[in-house]
Structure formats: C-alpha cells, structure tokens
C-alpha cells in the first residue's frame, strides 16, 4: 500500500516568516502533485512536479521533488497570511487513475 | 471558482439511511472523480466514471455506488449510512481518465450522519 506522510501536521507562524512542509514515502510515484484548500472549498492545484530532483518556483513558494521521486518539499518564503490554508500532497500511484494523499498541513500565518 | 458543482451543500441523515450526492462536470470533461474527505485528512479516492463507465475503485464497500450520465454529471449513493460516513465528500471532474490530468475540485458536500 502507497502511503503519503506530511509534516507537521499543524503550522502557526508571524507573517514574514520561512517555512518548509514535508512529504514523505517509502513508494516511488511518478509525480506529485501540491494543492492548497480553504475552509468551504475543495483543494486548488498549485503544482505537479514530474522528475527526480525537480524543483519549481510560483511566486513566493518553492516545490522540491526528491531524486528518489519518494518525497517532495514544499517552502514559503516570507509567509503572509494569505497563505493561511490546508496544503495537501498527493502523489500519483500504481494504479495510475487513483491519487494517493497525504493527511496535510494545517498553515495559518499570522499578521 | 472550477466550473464544478455540488449538490446539496450540507446534509443530515441518520444511521442506516440512504443518501444520493450530486456533481456537475466541468464543460468538455468526461471523467469525474468521487472523494471522501474525514476531518482533519486527506481526500480517500472512493471511484472514478469515464463517459458513463466505473474506471477505478478505491477501498470503500459496495454499499457505495455510482453513476455517470451522458451530460458527464455524476451521483455518489451512499445506502445503509454509517456514522464513520460523516465527511466532506469532493467530486472532481479532468478533461481525461488517469491521475495525470489535472483535476478540478467542487466545493463539495458535508454529509453528518446522527
């Protein structure tokens, strides 16, 4: 069975502030994929990353994927509080139609 | 907004009910994907229809079924209710099957089972 383990599980920092959110497997994937979701909505994809060692920038959030494809960063730089959310990991399994999730990060950025 | 819609927003039944869960496709995708979302965790992939037809399953009992109709819409019925039901329950529709395609979330439904 594929599992998906991030940390931490809940994040509470001032605005301003770096910090990094950790996805983590014994499995290979072929991608994984970042998504943030707010309260009342369903996940929002921020990023997929493809190959071993990829790394992609959006604005102030940097995405890493290990060389391993076992696991994946992600960090923010300079958080703001509207970067307050639930950032879940999910990486693309055997199975190849079924997504495999991790139990996410609870963010909340502080003004 | 993803062009995805649910229906009802929230919803209360009792144990051993029935429940039926609606989702609206986003224009010009065939495939829809039903998840269960637990407090506090991650989505669990419950199935997947692509153009009408079951394309994947997750581990969740028979007592969960599906359907997908010719305009791409989708219902999630859900019988016999258990309180370990209560959740948010997110379909997504993607242009395609396979987890590769980029899959736009509605807002879901919250379903409380009493």
């Known amino acids: 069975t594929q599992l998906l383990e991030q940390s931490p599980q809940f994040l509470s920092i001032q605005e301003g502030e770096n910090l990094t959110v950790y996805c983590n497997s014994s499995s290979v994937f072929s991608s994984l994929q970042w998504y943030r979701q707010e309260p009342g909505e369903g996940p929002v994809l921020l990023v997929t990353v493809v190959t071993g060692g990829e790394v992609k920038k959006l604005k102030r959030l940097t995405f890493q994927f290990g060389d391993a494809r076992k696991d994946s960063s992600l960090h923010i730089t300079a958080a703001q509080p509207g970067d307050t959310g639930l950032y879940l990991c999910a990486g693309v399994g055997d199975s190849n139609y079924q997504l495999i999730w991790g139990a996410g990060t609870k963010l909340i950025i502080k003004p | 907004e993803t062009g995805v819609t649910q229906s009802p927003t929230h919803l209360i039944k009792t144990r051993g009910q029935q429940v039926t869960l609606r989702c609206s496709s986003q224009?010009?995708?065939?495939?829809v994907s039903w998840y269960q979302q637990a407090l506090g965790q991650g989505p669990q992939f419950i199935f997947q229809?692509?153009?009408?037809?079951?394309?994947g399953r997750g581990n969740f009992p028979p007592r969960f079924s599906g359907l997908q109709f010719p305009n791409y819409s989708s219902e999630l019925n859900v019988n016999a209710l258990e309180l370990d039901d209560s959740a948010l329950y997110l379909c997504?529709?993607?242009?395609?099957?396979?987890?590769?395609?980029?899959?736009?979330f509605g807002p879901g439904t919250r379903l409380t089972v009493l």
């Open positions: 224009s010009g995708h065939n495939t």
């Open positions: 997504a529709s993607s242009v395609t099957r396979g987890s590769t395609d980029t899959q736009y």
């Open positions: 229809y692509y153009r009408e037809e079951e394309n």
